[in-house]
């Protein structure tokens, strides 16, 4: 039986490192498109240096991907934020970020999907975040969050009888390295911020790599569409 390949996005550290890890782990061959290789590569893991923000480089590198053999998984994990007052915004942090953020899912998807049409199966999950119902100082990152959303919803509907379904997984705070730069561990913000999440803790990436496995499976055909906040409950009523 030939081992199925998931294609990741920015699984070089943080989230996605702990995506690749997980699918590895599920069976997968990994092919990690990130600009910067990780510390060590992991036994099934194939690294690929992509910058993601060229939208050239981008669509050509998973053209020659698809060209060699039909990917059927995708997890678009890659993201670029700057945190900025709605006055401090500039046009070129709003094209950097859509680059990222929506152009790249967009023509990755385009390269993978006559393969998974023939295939008549496939599996995306698209990585958004809490930030997308809204955050200050994210008016660019919410707004490309909220749009992957609305690609999620579209590709849904259209691919759904063509076998491939689409979601989204919303990370909330999620300890890596990254969020442990601005939110030290025993910070009296970081404590008064994980007092307010309902299960009374921080996340860790493993807990967002569950979720992705979880709609990448064979068996999870009846969920598309769909967005899975992996918050600790931060997401719900009034919390956080």
């Avoid at 989230?15 to 590895?24: F, K, M, S, T, Y």
């Avoid at 053999?69 to 997890?75: A, D, F, N, Q, W």
């Avoid at 990436?205 to 899975?228: I, K, Y």
Wanted: contains cysteine; charged residues 15%; aromatic residues 4%.
């Amino acid at each position: 039986m030939t081992t199925p390949i998931a294609l990741v996005t920015g699984g070089s550290r943080g989230i996605g490192r702990a995506i690749v890890a997980r699918l590895l782990q599920d069976g997968f061959e990994v092919v990690n498109f990130s600009r910067r290789p990780p510390e060590s590569a992991l036994p099934g893991e194939r690294f690929q240096s992509v910058d993601l923000g060229d939208a050239a480089a981008t669509a050509a590198a998973a053209s020659a991907l698809a060209a060699a053999r039909p990917v059927l998984h995708l997890v678009n994990n890659a993201g670029m934020i700057q945190v900025a007052d709605i006055e401090a915004v500039t046009q070129d942090e709003l094209a950097r970020m859509v680059a990222v953020n929506l152009t790249a899912p967009l023509l990755l998807m385009q390269a993978l999907l006559p393969g998974m049409r023939q295939a008549g199966y496939g599996r995306v999950v698209n990585i958004g975040s809490r930030a997308g119902l809204g955050k200050p100082g994210r008016t660019v990152y919410g707004a490309t969050k909220s749009g992957l959303v609305g690609m999620t919803r579209t590709w849904a509907l259209e691919l759904g009888k063509a076998g491939i379904t689409v979601n989204t997984v919303a990370p909330g705070p999620i300890a890596t390295e990254l969020f442990d730069q601005s939110n030290p561990p025993g910070d009296p913000r970081t404590v008064a911020l994980e007092a307010a999440i309902p299960v009374g803790r921080i996340g860790r990436p493993e807990d967002v790599a569950h979720a992705v496995s979880s709609f990448l499976d064979r068996r999870a055909g009846f969920m598309t569409g769909q967005v899975l906040y992996v918050c600790g409950g931060m997401s719900v009523g009034l919390a956080g």
